[in-house]
């Protein structure tokens, strides 16, 4: 009888586990990186929340936009968003803490053909400073610590072209907040450089062909005119779109297939999610991310 009455009631917690799967299955949920306005981000997105859910075959999709970076990241690992667009220092965290968590799927190409973007760090016009030696014994502000254009490579990067530590050439650093705060922090005076990301690709005064500065310059947030860019970094690779190991099959199939027509199946919802000009996606796996894996596994551990 007791064997029986235990059958029982594995049969019904698994019924019901199987319940919740497939319910789960249901709902799509889209992480989104912070560091912009939440409304520009809601924004943004909502093409997806409107076609994916017949495009894919669920009932529903929701957006959860973080307060920074590792609000994403940990969504990710802990199986409660099925997907998000990461910067690659942002996959590499993911990675050396589970590698088994995501995929990356998919990544952005520019408009002139590279797999690859910009940090770029920008001074405002009134303070005189115009070169990377000028901003010797200044304050630095880095965007987010998860950040790859943002923090890990002008980390790394920086000292190698200098000669010396971040801390020992710059007074101060600190962090802004994200990309779009950081550039605003920028503008009103708490720092005296600061660091961003863009394609690096098309006209300066346009703020380039997309990217955090023009993003900003779309926006009006940004008047080029009033900005110089005193640094740029070595070409970094364009960060992934991953999808969770935990999504169901036949979902992930049409997701990413869905995500590759978007440049042309409606240009302007790639435009708007990926924030400015590209070419399209193109296939990219673990090993396109090794060195900048490599690169954060040295520098911050993980």
């Known amino acids: 009888m007791l ?3 235990l059958l029982a009631t594995a049969a019904v917690a698994a019924i019901a586990t199987g319940s919740v799967s497939a319910q789960a299955q249901d709902v799509f949920r889209i992480g989104i990186l912070g560091g ?3 409304a520009d981000r809601l924004r943004n997105f909502q093409c997806m929340v409107d076609q994916l859910p017949e495009a894919i075959g669920v009932k529903e999709v929701k957006l959860f936009p973080a307060a920074d970076y590792d609000g994403t990241i940990q969504g990710l690992l802990g199986g409660t968003l099925d997907y998000a667009e990461l910067g690659a220092s942002g996959y590499a965290k993911v990675y050396l803490t589970d ?25 405002r016009k009134d303070s005189g400073i115009e ?3 000028d901003m010797k014994g200044k304050k630095l502000g880095f965007a987010d610590p998860d950040s790859t254009s943002g923090y890990l490579v002008p980390s790394v990067a920086l000292p190698a072209q200098l000669g010396t530590k971040v801390e020992d050439y710059f007074a101060e650093t600190g962090f802004g907040g994200g990309h779009e705060n950081n550039v605003l922090e920028l503008l009103k005076g ?9 394609s690096g690709v098309g006209d300066y005064a346009d703020g380039y062909t997309s990217g955090n500065i023009r993003k900003m310059v779309d926006k009006g947030l940004l008047d080029m005119n009033d900005v110089v860019e005193v640094w740029k970094s070595p070409l970094i690779p364009n960060g992934p779109i991953v999808v969770s190991n935990k999504l169901d099959q036949d979902v992930r199939a049409k997701f990413i297939s869905w995500m590759k027509a978007l440049p042309e199946s409606d240009p302007a919802c790639f435009s708007a999610i990926q924030g400015g000009d590209y070419k399209g996606f193109v ?7 090794e060195t900048i894996i490599a690169a954060r596994k040295a520098k911050i551990g993980s």
């Open 36 to 38: 912009e306005n939440e």
């Open 131 to 133: 070169t990377i030696e």
């Open 3 to 5: 064997k029986k009455l």
């Open 99 to 123: 590698p088994e968590a995501v995929d990356p799927v998919l990544t952005t190409v520019q408009t002139d053909g590279a797999t690859g973007y910009y940090s770029i760090m920008l001074a």
């Open 190 to 198: 708490t720092f005296d450089g600061a660091v961003t990301w863009s």
């Open 283 to 289: 296939d990219v796996d673990q090993s396109f991310y």
